[in-house]
């Protein structure tokens, strides 16, 4: 069956540090990844987007690598602030039966930026 | 610019009782609609989405059910309520089914 693996549940990392979050998927090839930012108590927020033939996506800290080959993507966030403190969400399009694809997301990994 | 409502942003029902939320988008036409739960310890579960006026797809068999009565409108609801609906519910809205989705702030259910 089709999974969506985001092997930490939480991750400590000192502030000024790089942090690196992994999202694993099998047994599908999705045409594009996305990744989110959720706080406690409220909905998530869109970080980025990239497709199947990029390898690598770029916003202000962040960075965003896909690789196919590997079926993994990589979430950077460089020169890390306490106040990236959250909950990063992994999401893929994934078939949902009768033609139809929908954005199915991992369980997240809980970052603490520790000051 | 667009933005999205939910409300209740709370709600404690007790067991058996009915259920309405809603939600309404601002700023944007015909918007894919989507319904999420995320229960504690687990990851967003996408329990019904739209793509128009009284268009709805269910992901998950349920006691829940939703409906879209305008373009901007989209509704979660129940008529008897179990223990296992509590839980955090999310709706979202997108431009297509293959873009990024903007979420509302959610309702907070707990059903005793």
């Known amino acids: 069956s089709q999974k969506i693996e985001q092997n930490s549940e939480a991750l400590n990392i000192q502030e000024g540090k790089t942090a690196t979050l992994t999202c694993n998927y099998t047994?599908?090839?999705?045409?594009?990844l996305q990744w989110y930012r959720q706080d406690p108590g409220r909905g998530p927020v869109f970080l980025l987007l990239?497709?199947?033939?990029?390898k690598e996506k770029r916003k202000e800290r962040l960075k965003v690598t896909f690789d196919t080959t590997l079926k993994q993507s990589l979430f950077h966030i460089t020169a890390s602030q306490p106040a990236d403190s959250a909950t990063y969400l992994c999401a893929l399009d994934l078939y949902s039966g009768a033609g139809s694809y929908q954005l199915t997301f991992g369980k997240g990994t809980k970052l603490s930026v520790i000051p | 610019s667009q933005t999205i409502h939910q409300w209740p942003a709370t709600l404690v029902q007790p067991v058996g009782s009915p259920l309405s939320l809603e939600c309404t988008v601002e700023g944007t036409s015909n918007p894919n609609l989507y319904w999420y739960r995320q229960a504690a310890g687990r990851g967003l579960q996408l329990l019904f989405y739209?793509?128009?006026?009284?268009?709805i797809s269910s992901e998950v068999p349920q006691n829940l059910s939703a409906s879209r009565p305008q373009d901007r409108q989209f509704i979660l609801s129940s008529k008897k309520l179990l223990l296992s609906d509590s839980g955090f519910y999310l709706c979202a809205w997108s431009v297509g089914g293959y873009n990024e989705q903007f979420f509302g702030p959610g309702t907070r259910l707990t059903v005793l």
């Open positions: 739209s793509v128009g006026i009284g268009q």
């Open positions: 047994n599908y090839s999705p045409a594009y």
């Open positions: 990239i497709r199947e033939n990029e």
